[in-house]
């Protein structure tokens, strides 16, 4: 069993940045690959950024490619977005997911989907006004 616990969300102006926190706990946070999915409303929820176990292989949804730097450390237990120039289409509700992966590196396109996830936060509110 993983828990995660997102923070760092919260009302910004459009233009402005943000840091998502996720911090783990429970079972060994280096095995597991993590992503970042958000839910706007009204809308099924969607991959934004993921990263491999050893932080070295990142993947980005296009629309958030040059703005979202996700990033991990594995001393803290912690994986973190980093969103930059912020849009009002960026409005939604965030979550981290872990999964279990065997090689340290690895990753695939089929990591985009909710369903290849393991464990999930509960979600953080991001809100970008115009």
């Known amino acids: 069993q993983v828990q995660l616990i997102e923070s760092g969300g919260g009302l910004v102006q459009a233009g402005d940045s943000l840091r998502l926190a996720c911090a783990a706990s429970?079972?060994?946070?280096?095995?597991?690959?993590m992503a970042w999915f958000r839910q706007a409303s009204g809308k099924e929820r969607e991959f934004e950024a993921g990263?491999?176990?050893?932080?070295?292989?990142?993947d980005y949804t296009d629309s958030v490619k040059g703005r979202f730097t996700i990033s991990r450390d594995n001393a803290k237990n912690t994986v973190y977005l980093k969103m930059n120039s912020l849009t009002p289409d960026d409005t939604a509700i965030y979550y981290c997911?872990?999964?279990?992966?065997?090689?340290?590196?690895?990753?695939?396109?089929?990591?985009?989907?909710?369903?290849?996830?393991?464990?999930w936060g509960q979600g953080i509110q991001v809100t970008v006004s115009s």
């Open positions: 990263i491999s176990r050893s932080g070295l292989v990142t």
């Open positions: 429970g079972r060994a946070f280096s095995n597991y690959a």
């Open positions: 997911a872990v999964r279990a992966v065997k090689n340290t590196d690895q990753w695939s396109t089929t990591y985009d989907a909710p369903k290849a996830y393991d464990y």
